[in-house]
């Protein structure tokens, strides 16, 4: 059993987060949402005015603490998760990328050598300082009403962007590096994978109460290679990371390997939509899970958010459960519509 060393938990005033991710029995469902702290907000938007750019804005401390809050308070949610971006990580390895407006990240020098990979340095507090900085003023401004959620990408997905330089459908050029350059590819994964746990280590210190890794690009892999090239890298941080707090593992579209990633040093699996609670349920071997709502569903009217709300609920039961969406919200989705989600897993009972 692990004890976790981060004192600031034991202050907090709505654990309930932290008690369904260590399996123990809640009053009721907690529940938070991916990409919460966003677009959906008109205060989000509004404060996001006052920064430069996207990156300006989540390298300012301030800015990030003030919009990783407001969800908490606008919308109820049981948990806030730091603002801030997975590709953070490449920037502090020595791979700088933009934030290119409608078209997401990319990356001018990409990954194409052994000499690239040899070039990056292992990432440490002081190139992540700002997130740590965050988390540290978060903390404090939270006082202690609801747990902060600290994150990071999975290191496949990371090396995705990397090796690619950009967002893709397919993330072709990565997967060929998969298979004509495997050694390469497991040396850069290694230097990621260290990067990560030294940054989210650092996380908890400064005051994160749990842990989510995101592979968002977990789906594009075959299982085989989902199991080599990713998994392997997830299991080395959450056996790093779950004896300081607890860890949530997110592979957007790998249904196939819930019991895989089951049997590695992870608390809670993170589920999409497409994931039967039947099925997850089977596979989990006893872990708690998080998830799944479409979120589509919240265009829907009330009624219809209500209805399938409900039967979300009673097909995940009342233990070992946080709900959430799953995937992030859309920035089109009305914001009522956001809380009234919320409003309805807070009080529906079993």
Known sequence: MFIYLNLFSKMIKNDLVLRAARGEKTERTPVWLMRQAGRVLPEYRAT????????D????????????????????????????????????????????????????????????????????EEQLHYVLDAIKLTKTNLNDRVPLIGFAGAPWT??????????????????KFLYTQPELSHLLLEKITRSTIHYLKAQVKSGADIIQLFDSWAGVLAPEQFYEFSLQYINK??????????????AKDAHYAIGKIAQGGCNTIGLDWTIDPAKAR????????????????????EKTIK???????????????????????????????????????KSFKY
């Open 158 to 175: 990371i090396f995705a962007y990397m090796i690619e330089g950009s967002g893709s459908k397919t993330f072709s050029q990565a997967k």
């Open 48 to 55: 996001r005015s006052r920064a430069k750019g996207f990156i």
């Open 237 to 250: 941080i959450s056996e790093a990371i779950a004896p300081l707090a607890p860890v949530t593992v997110f």
């Open 282 to 301: 089977a596979e989990a071997a006893g872990k708690t899970l998080q998830g799944n709502a479409d979120p589509c569903l919240l265009y829907a009217d």
């Open 57 to 124: 804005f989540v390298k300012s401390p301030d800015l990030a603490c003030e919009v990783t809050i407001q969800p908490v308070d606008i919308l109820g949610v049981d948990a806030a998760i730091i603002f801030s971006d997975i590709l953070v990580i490449p920037e502090a390895m020595g791979l700088p990328y933009q934030m290119i407006e409608s078209k997401g990240p990319w990356f001018e020098r990409t990954i194409k050598t052994k000499a690239d990979i040899e070039q990056l340095q292992i990432a440490g």
């Open 307 to 345: 209805k399938e709300v409900e039967k979300m609920l009673r097909a995940f039961g009342d233990t070992k459960y946080i709900a959430n969406l799953g995937h992030g919200l859309y920035p089109d989705i009305d914001k009522e519509k956001v809380k009234f989600f919320v409003d309805c897993i």
